[in-house]
Each structure stands twice: as structure tokens, then as C-alpha cells.
């Protein structure tokens, strides 16, 4: 039997994520933001949460262990080297933890490809921004292409520098070689390169993601058919993603997409943050639509 009152969740990490993320929970009538934790108490983005009516707390994953209430879901909105410690902190409360970090430690998913998967597993990833933004499309043209996988596959990921917070930057290796993985793991194509550019242009460029791939015979109108097929699964939930360029030229096909974020408490370039974190309430109600009453029980590892 479904839950009927609102799920549980809380934001660990005060940065640019963590705060757009509080307003997408907000939003959703599934969830209930109980708490947003921070390094510090002098944290600008704990200022923030509390004006928008959220419980805050300082001391980082520590603030989530000794709370009197748990939890149900935990969104870790840190860096990827501090994720594994965090979901060796929360494991023994049985709380789904949704990373949002390149970490690597949990399960891949992309809500458009696997999404059902995120049911499945205590410990969600979700690659990085440039993952959720590309792997649907790359996912259907290695589909597309089967028995024959594309031959070579490029990401290469634009965002604004003024989008792109601390602990992002921190994790720019390991968020390039999580999109790498999982761009094999979700198309099963060996050759695989992803690039990051941070744009410092003025004024701020839009969120955009370059695909090309290296397929041999490829139709253009059929793949442009597949790619605006994957793009409109991805606009239920990030209703700013749009296919901006869809070429076939000789062997490489070519797709470039945009994200304009929704502006609410980020601005409209900042599509980065917008599609990670639609992505991340999705699987947050999805888990709340599924999870069973209190005394119910479910097998998840």
C-alpha cells in the first residue's frame, strides 16, 4: 500500500545544488524538506534555506546521524570524495541516499533510460550534469545502431563558470571520468572521451552538451528521430532541454542540446543545475509513489 503523507527528505550540502534543490522540493507534493545541512553555521547557503522556511543544521553528515528524526531520503549535494563516507554514515539507517556527486560509489542512474533502477538500490548516483544531459541521447543511437555500436563517442560539456560551484570544480576529474563510465556502461561503447569547458563569458553562456559519434551507414532523418524522441522523455522532468543541432556528415553524426534552467532560485543559464536536480526529486517521488506504509517491508540493497 502507498504512503499518502509526504516523504521525508533532506539536502546535505549548502552550495548552488543544494539550494535549487530545496526549491524543487518545495514544489513537489511528495516530498517534505526536514532539513538542510551544512559545513558550517556561516554558511550563505543555510541563510538561504532558513528564509525559505527549512530546518538547518552546521557539521556536515554528523548533524544527519544524530537527528531526532530520520529521514527517508537523503540528497548528497557534496563532492565526491566525501560521498563514500556519507553512505557509510547513513547505510545502517536505511535511508535511500540520492548522490548528485561524481562519486562513482552508488548505482548509475538516468531516470530516462533506467529510472526504475533507482528503486532498486539504497544508494543512487547520478553521474554528473553532463551524464543526465547526454546519455539519453547517446543511449538511444547505440540502440539505434545495434547489432553494430558506434565506433567512437565524444561529450563534450559547456557550462557558465559562475554556475559551477566549490565542490564541482573540486571533482572536475572524477566528473569527467564518471561521465566516461557511464557513457560506456549505458551504450557499451569502449571509446569514449569527455571534455568539460567552463565558459567564463559575459554575458553567461547557456548550459549545452556536444555529442559526436562515429557510426558507419547512419541515416539522418532516422536519427534525428530517435534523438527528438529521447529529448522529449527528458522534458517531462527538465522541461528547458531542447535539441539545438542534429546532423549525419560521411560517418559522424553530430547533436548538440541546450538546458535553460527553470529561474527559480538559479538563473535561466544555469542548466547544469536544473537538469541533476530535476532528475534527483524525480527519483524522490518515484521512491515515495513505491515505498510501502510504516511495519510494510522491502528488499533493497
Not at 553494430?148 to 564541482?168: I, K, L
Amino acid at each position: 500500500m502507498p504512503r499518502s503523507e509526504p516523504l521525508r527528505v533532506a539536502v546535505l550540502g549548502a552550495g548552488l545544488i543544494g539550494i535549487d534543490l530545496v526549491t524543487k522540493i518545495q514544489r513537489s507534493p511528495a516530498l517534505s524538506c526536514e532539513l538542510v545541512v551544512g559545513r558550517t553555521e556561516e554558511t550563505r547557503g543555510l541563510r538561504h534555506a532558513a528564509a525559505l522556511g527549512c530546518a538547518t543544521a552546521a557539521g556536515g553528515v554528523d548533524a544527519l546521524v544524530a537527528g531526532r528524526e530520520p529521514v527517508d531520503v537523503v540528497f548528497d549535494a557534496t563532492n565526491a570524495t566525501a560521498h563514500a563516507e556519507h553512505w557509510a554514515r547513513l547505510q545502517p539507517l536505511g535511508t535511500l541516499l540520492v548522490d548528485l556527486t561524481p562519486s562513482r560509489v552508488g548505482h548509475m542512474v538516468v531516470p530516462t533510460v533506467n529510472g526504475a533502477d533507482a528503486l532498486l538500490h539504497r544508494n543512487v548516483n547520478l553521474v554528473s550534469c553532463g551524464g543526465q544531459a547526454s546519455v539519453p541521447v547517446l543511449h538511444a543511437l547505440a540502440r539505434l545502431c545495434r547489432p553494430r555500436y558506434p565506433e567512437y563517442v565524444e561529450v563534450v560539456t559547456t557550462a557558465a563558470s559562475v554556475s559551477v560551484g566549490r565542490a564541482t570544480r573540486l571533482n572536475l576529474d572524477e566528473y569527467i571520468a564518471t561521465t566516461e563510465t557511464a557513457v560506456r556502461t549505458f551504450t557499451g561503447v569502449a571509446d569514449v572521451k569527455a571534455i568539460v569547458n567552463l565558459s567564463p563569458a559575459r554575458p553567461p553562456a547557456p548550459f549545452r552538451v556536444a555529442m559526436s559519434l562515429v557510426v558507419p551507414g547512419a541515416d539522418e532523418d532516422t536519427v534525428a528521430a530517435h534523438v527528438e524522441a529521447a529529448a522529449a522523455e527528458v522534458r517531462r522532468h527538465t522541461p528547458g532541454y531542447r535539441v539545438t543541432a542534429c546532423t549525419v556528415t560521411d560517418e559522424r553524426i553530430f547533436v548538440a542540446v541546450e538546458v535553460t534552467a527553470a529561474g527559480d532560485r538559479i538563473p535561466r543559464y544555469a542548466g547544469n543545475l536544473d537538469i541533476i536536480n530535476a532528475a534527483a526529486v524525480l527519483i524522490a517521488e518515484r521512491y515515495a509513489a513505491r515505498r510501502p506504509l510504516a511495519g510494510a517491508t522491502e528488499e533493497l540493497s
